[in-house]
C-alpha cells in the first residue's frame, strides 16, 4: 500500500503546508483508497493524536496550517495504520466496558464482544446475591486487566488476582489498576490458575483459542499485531481450556462460576472437557453478533 510523506501533505502548489482540515480529508481520501472500512473517522482520530488535540480542539484548529514536524508527525501515524496497524495499537489506549485501558504489543486488545464475559460474570454472581458481598475472583490470562478491572469497578467489595505468562502484560495490567484506583486487583506470573490458591466466587478467562493452523488466515488487524502467545490455541485450539478444566474447579468455592469466552462453534467441545472435569455447565450466552461467546460453568454445591 502506498505510503504517505511529509511532502504528501503540502497542497498542490507547494505554496504552504496544508490546514489541519485539509490534511485530515487528505488522510482519509488516502484510507478510503487504502480500503480502510473508517477513513473519516481513522483520519480525525489520528490526525488529533498526531497534533495533540482533542475533538473539539481539532474543529477549533481547522484553520491552522501544519507545521513542518506537524507533517511528520500526521504522515508517521497515517502510515501505521495504512499497514494495517488497529487505530487502537496507535493510540496505546482501548475503551473496555467504559473503561479506558493502556495496551501495547503485549496485550491483545480488548474487543467489545468480550464484554458478554463481563455481563454473564454479573448475571451469576446476582444470581448469589447482592453485588456489594465480599467476592474473590480470578483472570486467567489477564493481558490489559480488562476482565478483571471491569468487574472490579462493578463490585465494591470485590478483591482479584489477574494472571499472565508475559511480564510485560502483567505491568500493563498494574499499570491500568493503578490509573482506575482499582487498588484491590493483583497480579502474579503463571500458566492460567498453576500459581493461584482457592477460594474463588468466579473465575473468567478469554483463553487463547485460535487452532495453530488457523492464525495465518486470521484478519491481518488481528494475526500481525495480536501477541501470538494471546491467539494461539494448540492444534485443535483447546490447549488452554484443557488446563483450565484441570485446575480451576479445585479453586472455585461450591457454587462458584468460571466464565470463558469461546471461539466459533466451541461450545460443544469446552462443554464436554469442563463436565468431565466435574463442572455443571450453562447455556453459552450469545454476543451482539449472536455467536456463542461466554460460557458459564458451576461447581456443584
Known sequence: MPRIDAATLARPDGAETRTVAEARRALAAKFRAGGLDTPDLDARILVGHALGLD????????????????????????????????????????EFWSLPLRVDAATLLPRPETETLVEAALAAIDAGGPRA?????????????????????????????????????LMVARDNARRLALTRARFVACNMAAALRGPFAVIVSNPPYIASGDIAALAPEVRDFDPRAALDGGPDGLDSYRAIAATAPALLVPGGALIVELGIGQAEPVGHLFAAAGLAPSPPHPDLNGTLRAFVARKRA
Open 55 to 94: 475533538h473539539a480542539a481539532l474543529a477549533a484548529a481547522a484553520t491552522r496550517s501544519l507545521g513542518a514536524d506537524e507533517n511528520g508527525a500526521v504522515a508517521a501515524v497515517a502510515n501505521r495504520r495504512l499497514a494495517g496497524e488497529p487505530v487502537a495499537r496507535i493510540l496505546g489506549t482501548k
Open 133 to 169: 458481598r465480599k467476592l474473590r475472583i480470578a483472570d486467567l490470562g489477564t493481558g490489559s486487566g480488562a476482565l478483571l478491572l471491569a468487574l472490579l469497578s462493578e463490585l465494591p467489595n470485590a478483591s482479584g488476582i489477574g494472571t499472565d505468562t508475559s511480564y510485560q502484560a
